[in-house]
């Protein structure tokens, strides 16, 4: 098992400007980053790989389709073209930042919906290219670790039990899901069965807190959920996701409107706290 944070609490293009908080991050214990890899080139990618070297931090990194002419799910070849170009961009750069998972929501683009549930061409064109993706993914050391979002955020992919629909459509040992603390409180009838139900696909995870602020400090079960995760013999990334105000584009995307933690110190060690607490714990 590995602690890790994801960077977007600083911002969405992590560069070597960002140093003194990887720094801090180290001094806190965590072993590595999970970088935001949403514009940008592999050169830039490359470049903070070797900031993060220096320091001895491990990665990962999450992208995201950036909007519906690049959705894999489209009915339009041509816009699926383009969706398989996303993808192997951010594999590039995945592969140039010495990154082992790529997560995140890269199934269709954020806050598009079509007013139903996704239909079976959508599902089959989606795990078409996510097959192509895993594999071009493997032969870059990449593991391809799709998010489940939430209703309000998506219409694609929601839930575990559609995660594992999905994997089982993609037929790739290449590609996994993600089990996402604040996603599943907000999805799943128990949020912590559903972690041994869907064991064989959960690949990568993140602890987010039910209002994405510290984790520990509102009502979703990490005691239970880290006994849960060390009990299917989980032994990746444990990846704090949390979010602020900090940069104004961020918090409008991620609909943070107030103050969720008193500063970054404080939220890096009370999270790092908390994992090896309940971790030693669920031992």
Partial sequence: MQIGFNLLVVGGAITSADRPVLESLKRHGYDGVEVPVMGGTAADCAALGRVLDELGLAR????IIPDPDHSPMSADPAIRRRARDRLAWAIDCGHALGATVMGGPYHSPLGVFSGSGPTEGEL???AEALHWAAGRAQEAGIHLSIEAVNRFE???LNTMEQAEALRARVGHPNFGFMYDTFHANIEERDPVAVIAAHAAGITHVHLSENDRG???RGHVPFPATLRALRGIGYDGWLT????GRALPD???ATRVWRDLFPDLDTLFAESIALIRREWEAAA
């Fill in 154 to 156: 998506c219409y694609a």
């Fill in 124 to 126: 089959a064109n989606l």
């Fill in 60 to 63: 990962t990194y999450t992208t």
């Fill in 214 to 216: 510290i984790p520990g």
């Fill in 240 to 243: 704090v996701e949390a979010f």
């Fill in 250 to 252: 961020l918090a409008a």
